[in-house]
């Protein structure tokens, strides 16, 4: 199915994205390995310490003018459809802040048969015509670890959306053991199911290293373990 025999999104309608690309690999959750393309938005809410993506947000380090564009939903529904990839990843920064639009990139894409994944962080509750059959959400709310205030990093009404909702992951970065315990809280707070736990990195050594650090504990807490495969195979390569 192509762009021109699905609904075309608002006339207007424009996302700020930082970059897209694939085909490549889904690198994280419960689609790692499975082919998909990526569709990064700009801007943040949060400012975690060990953010692989601080080119969407942090201005100071990066002039963000030239790290954005604004391009219209029409666009990228044309460019994802014209790739033959059943699976289309929504990333960021913080993707629910552009959530206005969403919908008008979800829909289209949804009715050409493509499966969605909106990647979040947990703290902006999801617009109910996000709630669809096809489109998930793989939330990764943020832990003591990324340096950010509790009152920011975790926002109970969002969470508790989320976890209702049916369409959620939740997807977890840990650097030691003791981060499993607060994963344990949250999890028990917000009834939270299909729990991924992945080891922080964005080098092979220090992906596997803490991967084997967490192993067991993760096997004997009923949990399921995420390497970052697109790590493992091409580093903190931008695109990939």
């Known amino acids: 199915m192509t762009a021109a025999s699905v609904s075309a999104p608002p006339h207007g309608a424009t996302l700020r994205i930082a970059e897209r690309f694939g085909p490549t690999l889904q690198g994280e959750g419960p689609s790692a390995g499975q082919p998909a393309l990526f569709i990064r938005l700009s801007g943040c809410n949060l400012s975690c310490s060990w953010c692989d993506t601080p080119y969407t947000w942090d201005a100071r380090r990066f002039n963000l003018r030239d790290q954005r564009e604004r391009v219209p939903v029409a666009d990228l529904v044309a460019w994802a459809l014209d790739h033959p990839v059943p699976l289309i990843v929504i990333t960021g920064g913080e ?109 092979a050594d220090h992906v596997l290293g803490r991967a084997h650090l967490l192993a067991e504990a993760v096997i004997a807490r009923g949990w399921s373990l995420s390497l970052r495969l697109h790590v493992l195979l091409w580093g903190d390569e931008r695109g990939r």
């Not at 950010?148 to 369409?167: C, D």
């Open 95 to 203: 993707p629910l802040m552009q959530q206005r639009h969403l919908p008008a990139l979800a829909g289209p894409l949804l009715q050409a048969g493509r499966r969605l994944e909106i990647e979040t962080n947990g703290t902006v509750t999801p617009d109910p015509a996000l709630l669809v059959d096809g489109l998930h959400f793989n939330v990764s709310p943020k832990l003591d670890n990324a340096n950010v205030p509790h009152k920011r990093r975790i926002k109970p009404a969002a969470l508790e959306a989320l976890s209702a909702s049916g369409q959620a992951v939740f997807k977890f970065v840990a650097c030691n053991l003791a981060d499993l315990d607060e994963i344990a809280e949250l999890v028990e707070r917000f009834a939270m199911t299909q729990v991924w736990v992945m080891p922080e990195g964005v080098t």
